[in-house]
């Protein structure tokens, strides 16, 4: 056999020829195989990358709504500022990335180069603020305070300032008309995060980079309305940024107008009264303390009774809410922020709670009522009430006798309550409950709303506590360990508490029964919470679910909706309670503890029904609460370390309402001047355009209703009395 | 007998007659290898039109000036292809001491001040004029050539079974110069396709075991000291760092990589349609007509486009195959084993890398990607091919 195959070539050559083949149509095949894998399987995704990469936005953002008064007056709305921006795209083009272009507007518009430069550079995890953390297609502000002049100059020499704007641009203000701040129930805005952006993505409100939010109050509330629909330009891009495509136009929606139930002129009013009777207190000596009170925080709300709309809010302290606007300073947000500005974003009206005292009082006598104690019947009422051992004193240190649950509201005394919810407290087993309890006390006050929320159309809302023996096992088992480590049987006033409640603080003792049913003790109520309670007593039982928004008005003024009142539920009152305990709270006015508070007041043409609350706060000055009602409004004003009920808060609670009715200090009528008579019920009306009639509002004027003057009482109360 | 060939005896008859007779070299070449290529070559030319249309830096406003000088880089590299398949394989195996020695020579021009770097790769001749030249890619033919005379010499003689060990380091010796001139360049890309042609030129010489598997181990030794001794520019460490991890600097290194493969996954199965591609009219992918056509393929012609593309280079890889196993002397043989461990590497590396399945190495996509010294040598070894097959005996 010959050495070489006929082929010319060698076993070995012909194998290893083999071997190259299927290794080359192997990589071939794993090339078919990748392409399908990317193209087929994994396409999808690729193409929406590609989309991404080639598509850009130009945003013009919506005109946000303005929120209204009840009659049209703007609280929030926008006013035109002229806006200087910086096109990046444009910039970029230039050799020196724009920075002449740059340095030139600085000294136009009075800033320093670095200044300008910082503002338009992309934001990234290396880049400090300032920096733009938007979009890079989207004009960034430079400055939103240019004035005319500098304005002008940017447009004449356009050919100085190629890629830089200067154009009026609506900017959010809160004008406080007839200075009506009104800022919590306003709240703000602050830009979007990325985080929102992320997670509004794919709902049918998506955020855009260049968003304002509301944070807080209305604005965050009707944020989605108010916001409106930002037009979007989507421009097909090449990877310089150069437009190379057809643009697709989205036009902006402006968004709509809130019209809230809030009168400016009586939001002035009320919020005016609300700082003048906490200025009023702090010259007042706490015989309690020997000290001036402290008067840190107060609120007062005024209702509709027959609706729940909220008239005016006020909550001190408060602040200005155009510190927010165009992006709040590190400084202005440190003292919005810090303890020693006593947290003026609060909005304490529902967000601030405390110890209810007297004013709780309404609760207990229907409690009792339906525990089975006639209204009418006989209880006494001693100066003090004692439970093995431990005195409970009436707070007015004075006896009436036996005396109806009517006139126990009236003179607001405590023992009868004490009497009441002792003898409940046993007849539920006292220390060692039976299987079924039936707390009356506890169980009418959650009937009444508290304990929760009502449901106001404003954010973060606090419930409140009603402290239940559901309440007081889950806070005993919270705190036991600290309790038993910081008690001692024989030591200071604090650690015997806790020395008694390592032992049964999960039992509910009479002492705390009897404590609760004068709204004192751990119970926790909000304003907005009595408001609402006094108010459905006006009108018969009905809990409304208090609201601020009134009516969505469009932006182009077409379709309104309005927001109708709703309820939450009705108060357990059976028979003639409700007729007996408004006539009582009448009483409360007339010859009852707040009857100093409103001499002159025409009771027989407009009843005035009233209570009034101290509530004890350990180691803190006392709560004043004063909660009222005639036919068509509720005004509830509370007072943190004010003094007492009538005291603190009664004249201001007069002046709102005097200011509503027109009625002089000697209670004469004089309907011109009275701010509302009636509640508002019609909405402002809407021009054709679509803007909205507001009528001029003039600043509230203290002295057209001289200051209550009582003969022979002193303004803060009268020596040793306690509501 | 060197330069035998039937048709130039045959000189009574016309030349149309000639051209078309049975026995006539038209009839002999490979029409299927011819057609696939110029196919390739055609739709390279619509590729690299659609992603240079709108590139006015480098069109200079004119939009069909990439189009016509691909169209004509196609035309000269035909011509080359014929005027190889005249003058015949066995006719170059006597120019082979000649061609090599300038293709060294060329590329060691390429280290003194004439050479440009084009993309970190200092691997060119700018001649003026708007032409360039890269002369590693003529070393790639000369590499096989010389390497293919030396190991077949004694074989196709009849004198060995296999090339001698002496032979084997001879060639290698010969590949290993203009290699190590490459590499200082550098042109890792071209360095990797050079080895692995001088791997498949060995494996088709029946060189023995050790040989094959020592280049192997050599190869590997060496990459890894390349690595270790940090022999690599960083730009193209970046490039690795790339490949292992796209996700890691989609502005920077990754750029190229992701861009590639959301060009080409952006297709789907028929693609958006020839000048319709977003990524290709944005000019996302950059050298997107040159290392990175086979993205406008996949993007403007889906996968069928992309697919037939690599049908296509399969069918010319098909024949190239029949053509090495077919031919009776070694020498033939081993050229085209050569010519198939290029095209086959440098289009897998290529298309690859585009997928991300491959490192980024500058390297041109054979007959589609935009460059005349490519384009010429891949239609010289295309010529090679068809001579390889046209001079073997009718009757084997």
Redesign the interface.
Known sequence: MS??P?????Q???I??I???V???S??L???G???Y???R??Q???D???N??VQQVVQPAVRGAILDARGVPLADNETRLVVSASRTELMKMKDDGDAVLTRLAEVLDMQPREVLDKVRLCDSKTPQPCWNGSPYQPIPVTDEATTQQALQIRERAEDFPGITAEPTAVRRYPAPGKANTAQVLGYLSPVTDEELTKAQNTDSPYLRSDQVGRSGLERTYDKELRGKAGVTRY?????GRV??QAENDKAEPGASVVTSIDARVQAVAEYELNQAMEIARKEMDRNTNQRYKADSGAVVVMETKTGRIVSMASLPTYDPNAWVGGISGKDYADLTGKKSNFPLLNRAIQGQAAPGSIFKVVSTTAAVNAGYDFDGNYPCPSSYSIGGQVFKNFESQGYGSISLGRALEVSCDTVYYGLAHKEWHRDGGIRPKKKTNDWFYRTAHQFGLGKETGIDLPNEVTGRVPDRQWKENFFRANKEGWCKQGKKNGTYVEMIAYENCLEGDRMRAGDSVNYSIGQGDTLVTPIQMATIYAAISNGGTLYNPTVGKAIVSGDGRTVREIQPKAHGKLPFEGDTRDKIDEALAGVATRGSAAWRFGGWPQDKIPMHAKTGTAEVYGKQTTSWFATYTEDYSIVMTISQGGTGSGASGPAVRNIYNALYGLDAAGKQNLKKALLPKPQKALPRIQPDGSIDAPKIKPYDPASQKPVEVVGQALAGAPGRRD | MAGFSVSRYAPEQSSWARLTARDSVVRRLDWPLLSSSLALSLIGSLLVWSATR?RDTLTHGDPYYFLFRHILNTGIGVALMIGTIWLGHRTLRGAVPVLYGLSVLLVLAVLTPIGATVNGAHAWIIIGGGFSLQPSEFTKITIILGMAMLLAARVDA?DQ??PDHWTVAKSLGLAIVPIAVVMLMPDLGSVMVMAVIVL?VL????ASNRWVFGLLGAGTVGAVSVWQLGLLDDYQIARFAAFANPALDPAGVGYNTN?A?????????TGTGLFKG??T????VPEQQTDFVFTVA??EL??LG??LV?FL??VV??RA?RI??E????YG?IVA?GI??WF??Q??EN??MT???MPVAGLPLPFVSYGGSSMFAVWVAIGLLQSIRVQRPIT?
């Open positions: 050495n070489i006929e082929t010319g070539r060698t070995r050559v012909q290893r020829l071997v190259i083949q290794l080359v149509f990589l071939l794993t090339l078919g990748r392409l399908w990317i193209q087929i994994n396409g995704e690729y193409t990358e590609a989309k990469n080639h097909e891009v090449d990877n310089l190379i495509g | 709108n009849g079974l296999h498949g494996l088709a010489s029946g861009q493969r959301i060009a080409v996954g952006s297709g789907g199965l977003s990524q009219t944005g000019q996302f996949g993007e889906g996968f992309a697919g690599i280079l399969g890889l098909w195959c090495a196993r031919t009776t002397e070694l043989t084993a198939i461990a086959a590497f289009s897998f298309i690859g997928l991300g399945i084997a």
